[in-house]
């Protein structure tokens, strides 16, 4: 019953929240935030309970959790975790505490509501990583849209935050119409969507590429693949801060989080079919992506681009289809959910300052804002994948895990990591050396104490991942084997 509750109540927490939020006059945000931080802050230490009480050794779910929805149709409720889970429940409650305190003083209009929506948005993830029934996996993986395209649509920071967060919205819910279309197909084939029971079903092999199919759309876009990757950088870009760092460090995992718990073990011949084609687009993402990446004048978008680069990488490990490429391409997902995180609150920073985030008005800032220099440093060097960090481990074990696949797949996505290199380097060149342009900024202010503590917090976690990477494979590696084992069942069967 204990182990039952810490999940369960991390669950609820952040709607606790919500309700709580919702008592309190619209005129009392000094109040309204520090609720939020403190209903965050909870449902975190829960996380890390959570973690603490998990058994590496046992390879199904643990703290599950079912309650009866609709028991006439053969549809429950049922949460668990498994390792692969763990760390993205771990991640989205460590990042909405982060983001609380990214927006502590610069959203002020409607700040309630900015908040609720994202209580609001913690709530929602959590049930995409931990429940396990695949019709609610579908109605939370879609409820995600909602918050976050408020969050762009009235918290935005330009003109174009309208159009973009209705890009975002229509593209991503659009991609999921025939993901739907393809679980009402299972239902009515297995009469139920429950997780557990679909992993021990037999589809024949033209059924599992028709499905395959069904599924892979919708995740690709939420990835985003090339060359559903349009709506991203224009999210990014129009989205508040705080927004940014939850698209980029949570929301993009989802689709390859679904590719793992979904389309490997259910479909695994038509996963092995279409492997070519994941790797022939993935390339191209890590590649084409990267070269976009050196071409953008706006500074966010310049890590967007770099986000969907990375992600193609993502995708590579994945679709290997061994140890190696799967741990490494979880590892590379809770990397990139911090490194990302990082570099687009340094770029909110310069932005909550000198209201611009077009490249060409920067320069020489190392001068005047050395504190910000060096976390800027450290970032953009995680993002390359330097040893000693959390993205080196990750994109290692991906390569490891592609070169038993294919040697020319291994030299082709070494590019992206020259390209990686390339535009991280030129980005912090041009932004902390040269000649400070006193023309554009007369004052100057370097990192407040709030966001040294965060910086440094990510800072602590990424050469953490990067130095003892067992603490988190540990963990990872069980459930790993086991949706290999899974798949290779459900190939043989098949």
């Known amino acids: 019953m204990e182990n039952l509750n810490i999940l369960l109540f991390i669950s609820i927490t952040p709607l606790f929240g919500v309700l709580l939020l919702l008592l309190i006059p619209e005129k009392y945000n000094f109040y309204c935030r520090n609720l939020a931080l403190l209903i965050s802050c909870l449902a975190f230490f ?15 779910f643990q703290f599950l959790y079912t309650l009866d929805w609709l028991p006439l149709f053969n549809l429950y409720y049922t949460m668990g975790i498994d390792g ?19 927006s502590w003083d610069s959203i002020i209009y409607r700040m309630k509501d900015f908040l609720i929506c994202f209580l609001l948005l913690e709530f929602l993830l959590i049930q995409v990583f931990s429940v396990l029934d695949l019709l609610l996996f579908y109605i939370f993986f879609e409820s995600v849209l909602m918050p976050m395209f408020f969050i762009v649509g009235i918290w935005g920071s330009r003109e174009r935050k309208i159009r973009a967060a209705y890009q975002f919205f229509l593209y991503t819910l659009i991609g999921s119409i025939l993901m739907l279309l393809g679980i009402l197909v299972i239902y009515f084939q297995a009469g139920t969507t429950d997780l557990q029971i679909l992993w021990n079903l037999e589809f024949s092999e033209k059924k599992q590429i028709v499905l395959w199919l069904s599924f892979f759309f919708s995740f690709a876009v939420k990835i985003p693949m090339m060359p559903f990757h349009i709506w991203l950088p224009e999210a990014h870009a129009e989205a508040p801060t705080a927004g940014s760092v939850i698209l980029a460090g949570i929301l993009l995992k989802m689709g390859a989080y679904g590719f793992l718990r979904f389309s490997l073990p259910m479909f695994p011949l038509a996963t092995i079919f279409f492997t070519p084609f994941v790797f022939v687009l ?21 890590i967007a681009y770099s986000s969907v680069s990375h992600m193609g990488f993502v995708t590579i490990g994945i679709f290997t289809l061994n140890i190696q490429g799967l741990e490494g391409s979880i590892f590379l997902m809770l990397s990139h959910g911090l490194v990302s995180s990082a570099l687009f609150f340094c770029i909110g920073i310069l932005y909550d300052r000198y209201h611009t985030r077009i490249i060409k008005y920067y320069s020489g800032f190392v001068k005047v804002m050395p504190v910000f220099a060096i976390f800027f440093l450290f970032f953009s060097f995680a993002n390359i994948g330097f040893p000693g960090t959390s993205s080196f481990v990750g994109e290692l074990l991906v390569l490891l895990g592609a070169f038993q696949s294919s040697v020319i797949l291994v030299i082709l996505i070494s590019f992206s990591v020259v390209l990686s290199a390339a535009y991280s380097i030129w980005m912090f060149n041009r932004i902390m050396f040269g000649t400070l342009k006193l023309k554009y900024f007369s004052t100057f202010q370097d990192v407040s ?9 990510i800072v602590l976690l990424v050469l953490w991942m990067g130095i003892y990477p067992e603490s988190f494979l540990n963990e990872i590696h069980t459930s790993t084997l086991n949706l290999l084992e899974q798949a ?3 190939q043989n069967k098949s």
Not at 88 to 99: G, N, R
Not at 282 to 302: E, F, G, N, P, V
Not at 449 to 457: H, K, P, S, T
């Open 46 to 60: 829960l996380s890390l309970l959570l973690w603490l009480k998990f058994d590496s050794g046992y390879s199904s």
């Open 84 to 102: 692969i889970s763990l760390f993205f429940v771990v991640l989205t409650t460590f990042l909405t505490v982060l983001c609380i305190l990214v």
């Open 282 to 302: 993935s390339l191209i993402a890590a590649i084409y992506a990267s070269l976009t990446t050196l071409r953008q004048i706006d500074l966010k978008k310049i």
């Open 449 to 457: 104490r709030r966001e040294f503590i965060i910086l440094f917090l």
């Open 488 to 490: 290779t069942y459900s």
